[in-house]
């Protein structure tokens, strides 16, 4: 049942990858030959393409580490049987000491006609067979003896190979899940960088080199005059929280967040709310609680700000993510040892 | 008494099969576990083994018909008895782990065969990642050169490449020791089902060298009462054990007829 459970469990995550990465491949497969033609619109289509990215990373990790999990718990599924040599004591000295003396007996009354005596050289004569019998024997059992202690070395050398395969096949399927992880964060990196560099060569923002061929005319008020974020307002404001599955950090984990974005003339605040795991036997404070409050920039990863419930300071990032409803959270203080000063993680859109 | 233990010894035999049967039902911890039916069959073997060195001495300083001849080699056989059983018990415990083992690996090679496609679609996937991760790295390229901006997420993707070309060369790792494992697997049925066959001989062996034990117990036995008949046939109890034997008579005194 279990062996069973542990198929499909394999098979159901391979199958979320492949779907995973078809979807991601087939989203926008001239991204990369459009990047300088395509302009504003390149940003959009690099965020899709950056959410099905996303999607496919988080699958393949997922499969990865069922893989790993599975290999390592077929690795355990042949113990060793651990058996002992059997420590039987020689008795060939001991068997032909009474051979020599039972056939002496024998010889010794071999002659006496007395009927008693006769009875008792029968007796001998049948004790000496069951000796000669245990004396046959004893090569049979040593042979025995010695073809459980080849055999069973032979299949423990066979079982230790094998699982020391497993070890590798496991830590080889471990890495290539951290590397994927690692991959999965470059792209998102990519996709935010291919969209921003796209923005940029679309509307300059700033230029100390008028442009020779642009009329005065066509050039656009820049945002950085009107202080307007180049992302719609959305991709900051609203209610976010932490992501029970595929979520994503850096550093300190998070086992909840909560994050609230008001935007009032420009200008936004906020109060973040998150609870952070701890490392076993930390008894330091897992909770932090602050408040911002700040001027909206013209780029495109907003900073604020902060005093925590403690009172300390900080600054807060808030960074639009590969998707619409995604924002990174990226935030630091100068509070006391024993609580969380740095955090990073991904929030979703509530 | 030791014909009775003869008799008995197939079904202790058998007690021991149950008793193992139960035992790795439960934990392999305690008194059933495999190294204490091992410290069990040493200490029975030693036990026997000074009883039945000293047998022999000990008898040779007893008249024939001293009760304590007979209790001797009781003694003796009974050790031994318990020697056999605690052996039965402990081989009995090793070939049904060994055939769990046996099956558990059946088990592990039957999936590892079935999978041994998988490892090669995973290095088939990753290459097509790289090459994937590389063709768009060169289609951004072409790029560069009317958006300078663009060299930053192009270089990205060069990074992205070179993890793609670790997760490729990790998977054709994976698929060339995955073929190796079901090898090697295989190889390990082979020889657990080899040693299978081993412990059940030893078994066999053990329930054999107990039996010949036992019947030269008896022949000991039946020795001991014809040297007592001898002396004194009034207090030879019991007919020899081995194969019985007609009621001696007292030979006839020599040179008259019977």
């Given at each position: 049942m279990?062996?069973?459970?542990?198929?499909?469990?394999?098979?159901s995550?391979?199958?979320?990858?492949q779907?995973?990465?078809?979807?991601?491949?087939?989203?926008?497969?001239?991204?990369?030959?459009?990047?300088?033609t395509?302009?504003?619109?390149?940003?959009?289509?690099?965020?899709?393409?950056?959410?099905?990215?996303?999607?496919?990373?988080?699958?393949?990790?997922?499969?990865?580490?069922?893989?790993?999990?599975?290999?390592?718990?077929?690795?355990?599924?042949?113990?060793?049987?651990?058996?002992?040599?059997?420590?039987?004591?020689?008795?060939?000295?001991?068997?032909?000491?009474?051979?020599?003396?039972?056939?002496?007996?024998?010889?010794?009354?071999?002659?006496?006609?007395?009927?008693?005596?006769?009875?008792?050289?029968?007796?001998?004569?049948?004790?000496?067979?069951?000796?000669?019998?245990?004396?046959?024997?004893?090569?049979?059992s040593?042979?025995?003896?010695?073809?459980?202690?080849?055999?069973?070395?032979?299949?423990?050398?066979?079982?230790?190979?094998?699982?020391?395969?497993?070890?590798?096949?496991?830590?080889?399927?471990?890495?290539?899940?951290?590397?994927?992880?690692?991959?999965?964060?470059?792209?998102?990196?990519?996709?935010?960088?291919?969209?921003?560099?796209?923005?940029?060569?679309?509307?300059?923002?700033?230029?100390?080199?008028?442009?020779?061929?642009?009329?005065?005319?066509?050039?656009?008020?820049?945002?950085?005059?009107?202080?307007?974020?180049?992302?719609?307002?959305?991709?900051?404001?609203?209610?976010?929280?932490?992501?029970?599955?595929?979520?994503?950090?850096?550093?300190?984990?998070?086992?909840?967040?909560?994050?609230?974005?008001?935007?009032?003339?420009?200008?936004?605040?906020?109060?973040?709310?998150?609870?952070?795991?701890?490392?076993?036997?930390?008894?330091?404070?897992?909770?932090?609680?602050?408040t911002?409050e700040?001027?909206?920039?013209?780029?495109?990863?907003?900073?604020?700000?902060?005093?925590?419930?403690?009172?300390?300071?900080?600054?807060?990032?808030?960074?639009?993510?590969?998707?619409?409803?995604?924002?990174?959270?990226?935030?630091?203080?100068?509070?006391?040892?024993?609580?969380?000063?740095?955090?990073?993680?991904?929030?979703?859109?509530? | 008494?030791?014909?009775?233990?003869?008799?008995?010894?197939?079904?202790?035999?058998?007690?021991?099969?149950?008793?193992?049967?139960?035992?790795?039902?439960?934990?392999?911890?305690?008194?059933?576990?495999?190294?204490?039916l091992?410290?069990?069959?040493?200490?029975?073997t030693?036990?026997?083994?000074?009883?039945?060195?000293?047998?022999?001495?000990?008898?040779?300083?007893?008249?024939?018909?001293?009760?304590?001849?007979?209790?001797?080699?009781?003694?003796?056989?009974?050790?031994?008895?318990?020697?056999?059983?605690a052996?039965?018990?402990?081989?009995?415990?090793?070939?049904?782990?060994?055939?769990?083992?046996?099956?558990?690996?059946?088990?592990?090679?039957?999936?590892?065969?079935?999978?041994?496609?998988?490892?090669?679609?995973?290095?088939?996937?990753?290459?097509?990642?790289?090459?994937?991760?590389?063709?768009?790295?060169?289609?951004?390229?072409?790029s560069?050169?009317?958006?300078?901006?663009?060299a930053?997420p192009?270089?990205?993707?060069?990074?992205?490449?070179?993890?793609?070309?670790?997760?490729?060369?990790?998977?054709?790792?994976?698929?060339?020791?995955?073929?190796?494992?079901?090898?090697?697997?295989?190889?390990?049925?082979?020889?657990?089902?080899?040693?299978?066959?081993?412990?059940?001989?030893?078994?066999?062996?053990?329930?054999?060298?107990?039996?010949?034990?036992?019947?030269?117990?008896?022949?000991?036995?039946?020795?001991?009462?014809?040297?007592?008949?001898?002396?004194?046939?009034?207090?030879?109890?019991?007919?020899?054990?081995?194969?019985?034997?007609?009621?001696?008579?007292?030979?006839?005194?020599?040179?008259?007829?019977?």
């Amino acid at each position: 049942m279990r062996r069973a459970l542990a198929v499909l469990l394999v098979a159901s995550a391979a199958l979320a990858q492949q779907e995973a990465r078809e979807s991601w491949r087939k989203t926008d497969p001239n991204l990369e030959r459009d990047a300088a033609t395509a302009g504003a619109t390149l940003g959009a289509r690099a965020d899709k393409a950056a959410a099905e990215a996303a999607k496919y990373f988080a699958a393949q990790k997922a499969s990865l580490d069922t893989l790993a999990k599975d290999t390592a718990q077929k690795a355990s599924a042949v113990p060793p049987l651990n058996l002992r040599p059997e420590t039987s004591p020689n008795l060939d000295a001991y068997l032909a000491r009474q051979t020599t003396v039972l056939s002496s007996s024998i010889d010794t009354i071999a002659r006496d006609p007395d009927r008693g005596i006769q009875q008792l050289r029968q007796a001998l004569e049948r004790e000496r067979a069951a000796v000669a019998g245990l004396s046959a024997g004893s090569k049979g059992s040593q042979t025995a003896r010695e073809a459980v202690a080849q055999t069973a070395a032979s299949a423990e050398q066979a079982r230790v190979r094998t699982m020391e395969l497993y070890r590798k096949l496991t830590a080889s399927l471990q890495q290539s899940a951290q590397l994927t992880e690692q991959a999965g964060t470059a792209w998102a990196g990519y996709y935010r960088s291919l969209s921003d560099a796209a923005r940029s060569a679309a509307v300059p923002v700033t230029s100390s080199v008028p442009a020779p061929s642009s009329p005065p005319v066509a050039i656009p008020p820049t945002p950085v005059a009107r202080n307007i974020p180049p992302v719609p307002l959305s991709r900051y404001v609203g209610s976010w929280t932490y992501p029970t599955v595929g979520a994503h950090f850096h550093g300190a984990q998070p086992l909840s967040a909560d994050l609230v974005v008001q935007d009032e003339n420009g200008r936004a605040s906020g109060t973040l709310s998150a609870r952070f795991k701890l490392p076993p036997g930390d008894a330091g404070n897992p909770v932090v609680q602050f408040t911002f409050e700040g001027a909206l920039q013209s780029s495109r990863d907003q900073t604020f700000a902060v005093t925590t419930s403690g009172g300390a300071k900080g600054t807060l990032e808030l960074i639009p993510g590969p998707a619409f409803n995604l924002l990174e959270v990226n935030f630091s203080t100068d509070g006391k040892p024993g609580t969380i000063r740095q955090g990073n993680f991904l929030l979703v859109k509530k | 008494m030791v014909p009775a233990v003869r008799r008995r010894l197939p079904w202790l035999a058998l007690i021991a099969c149950f008793a193992a049967a139960a035992a790795l039902r439960a934990q392999d911890t305690g008194t059933n576990s495999l190294p204490a039916l091992q410290d069990a069959a040493a200490k029975r073997t030693a036990e026997w083994s000074s009883l039945n060195t000293s047998l022999e001495p000990r008898l040779v300083r007893l008249l024939p018909c001293d009760p304590r001849v007979r209790t001797s080699v009781e003694e003796v056989a009974k050790a031994a008895d318990s020697r056999t059983v605690a052996l039965t018990s402990y081989w009995n415990m090793a070939s049904i782990r060994s055939k769990a083992q046996v099956e558990a690996i059946r088990g592990v090679v039957a999936r590892e065969e079935a999978r041994g496609e998988d490892w090669s679609k995973n290095r088939t996937q990753a290459e097509q990642e790289l090459a994937a991760t590389s063709a768009q790295s060169a289609a951004l390229k072409a790029s560069v050169q009317q958006v300078p901006a663009l060299a930053g997420p192009q270089k990205t993707l060069e990074s992205i490449a070179a993890t793609d070309q670790l997760l490729a060369a990790q998977a054709q790792g994976r698929a060339t020791d995955g073929g190796l494992l079901v090898a090697d697997l295989r190889e390990l049925l082979t020889s657990a089902q080899t040693r299978q066959s081993a412990i059940d001989e030893q078994l066999k062996s053990v329930s054999a060298e107990g039996q010949r034990w036992s019947a030269y117990y008896a022949a000991r036995q039946a020795r001991a009462q014809v040297e007592c008949f001898i002396i004194n046939p009034a207090a030879a109890t019991a007919p020899p054990a081995v194969r019985p034997l007609a009621p001696a008579p007292r030979p006839n005194p020599t040179g008259t007829k019977p």
